[in-house]
C-alpha cells in the first residue's frame, strides 16, 4: 500500500523491529561462542528483521538496503582508531536505538539488557582480542566495494568503492602524537631523541569515550550518518567478474549448510515476521526515487545473485 507515512507508523515500524531484534531468544543465540556465519546466513537474517512489521521491501530496495548497511558497517570498523573502539561503535549504535523508543519502558529494558551483556562480555578482552575480532570482521567485508554517494561525497570512499583512510586528526587515545623517535640502553634508560615531520596533522585526543551503559563516546563513527539532509544512492561497482564470483560463493556447495540451517533455525526462532491482515496492509518502503528506477533495478539485477528463500520450522 502506497500512503502517507505518519509519526505513528515510524514509531510502530521501529517499535516492532527493536522489540524483535532484542527478543532474549535471539539475543542468546547470537551471544553464544560460534565462528563467523556466512554472508547468506547474515541477509537471510536481515530479511527478517526488516520485515518484522508492517513495512514491506521488495527485492531490489532490500538489495540496496543491504548493501548500504554493509558498506557503512564497514566503514566503522575500518575507521575504528583503536581495535577496542568497535565497542564504542556498538554503543553509539544501541544509544541512537534507545532514542527511537525512549517511551516504550518495555523495550528500553530488552536493550539495556543487551547493554549490559555486551559490557560483561567485551570489556574485559585484552587489545590482542579485539584485534583478532576487527581483522575478523574486516576480512568478512573484504570483498565488498559498493558506492554510496554519502561516502562518495564526503571524500571518504573512492570511486573504486574503496575508502580512504584519513592521515591527520586525533590519534588513539593512549597513543602519543608521531613525530618523536626515543632510544634506550640495555638498561632502559633513554639516551637520545631524534625529531621528524609528519606529513599528517595529529593531535591528541582530549578524553577516552565512554564503555559504561550510559555516557559520552566521544567517538562519532556509528552515530547518524544523515544528520544533514541529503540524498543517498548506492552502486553496484566492479565487472561481471565481480558478479560472477559473488553469484559462485552461492553456487558452490557449503559441507556445513546443514549445521548452518540447523544454527539459522535456532537464531530465527525468536524472529516473528507480522502478516498484515485485514484493512491493515502494510506499508511499502522504496528505497528509489521512483517506482520505475525500483522496477528497472529488480530487472537488471543478475539473476545468479538472487536469494531464494528458505522457510525454516522454527517453533521448536
Keep these: 500500500r502506497v500512503d502517507e507515512w505518519t509519526d505513528v507508523d515510524r514509531k510502530r515500524v521501529m517499535n516492532d523491529i527493536i522489540t524483535t531484534m532484542f527478543n532474549k531468544k535471539f539475543m542468546e543465540e547470537l551471544f553464544k561462542p560460534q565462528e563467523l556465519y556466512s554472508k547468506k546466513a547474515l541477509r537471510t537474517v536481515y530479511d527478517r528483521l526488516a520485515h518484522a512489521s508492517i513495512m514491506r521491501l521488495n ?11 554493509t558498506m557503512a558497517f564497514k566503514y566503522q570498523v575500518l575507521l575504528c582508531p583503536r581495535p577496542r ?7 553509539n549504535h544501541l544509544d541512537a536505538i534507545k532514542d527511537f523508543i525512549y517511551d516504550s519502558p518495555g523495550i528500553m529494558n530488552q536493550v539495556d539488557e543487551t547493554f549490559r551483556q555486551l559490557i560483561d562480555t567485551y570489556s574485559c578482552l585484552s587489545d590482542g582480542e579485539f584485534q583478532l575480532i576487527r581483522q575478523t570482521l574486516l576480512i568478512f567485508f573484504q570483498d565488498m566495494h559498493i558506492r554510496v554517494s554519502i561516502f562518495l561525497k564526503d571524500k571518504v570512499q573512492n570511486s573504486n568503492g574503496r575508502f580512504v583512510l584519513p592521515i591527520s586528526g586525533p590519534v588513539p587515545w593512549g597513543t602519543e602524537v608521531p613525530g618523536l623517535i626515543r632510544m634506550f640502553n640495555h638498561d632502559g634508560d633513554e639516551v637520545k631523541r631524534t625529531e621528524f615531520t609528519t606529513p599528517g596533522n595529529y593531535v591528541t ?9 550510559y555516557g559520552d563516546r566521544v567517538l562519532k563513527l556509528g552515530t547518524n550518518m544523515y544528520s544533514v539532509s541529503r540524498p543517498v544512492e548506492t552502486h553496484m561497482s566492479g565487472s561481471s567478474k565481480n558478479l560472477a564470483s559473488r553469484a559462485k560463493e552461492n553456487i558452490v556447495p557449503n559441507p556445513l549448510a546443514k549445521e548452518e540451517l540447523n544454527f539459522l533455525a535456532r537464531l530465527l526462532g525468536g524472529l516473528e515476521i507480522k502478516n498484515p491482515s485485514g484493512s491493515d496492509t502494510g506499508f511499502r518502503l522504496n528505497l528509489f526515487t521512483t517506482d520505475e528506477e525500483e522496477e528497472h533495478a529488480a ?5 545468479e545473485l538472487s536469494y531464494k528463500v528458505i522457510d525454516i520450522e522454527a517453533t521448536q
Design 59 to 69: 527485492q531490489a530496495s532490500m538489495d540496496k538496503l543491504y548493501d548500504l548497511m
Design 205 to 213: 585526543p582530549q578524553r577516552e569515550g565512554s564503555f559504561g551503559l
Design 299 to 303: 530487472l537488471t539485477r543478475p539473476e
Design 85 to 91: 573502539d568497535i565497542l564504542l561503535v556498538t554503543f
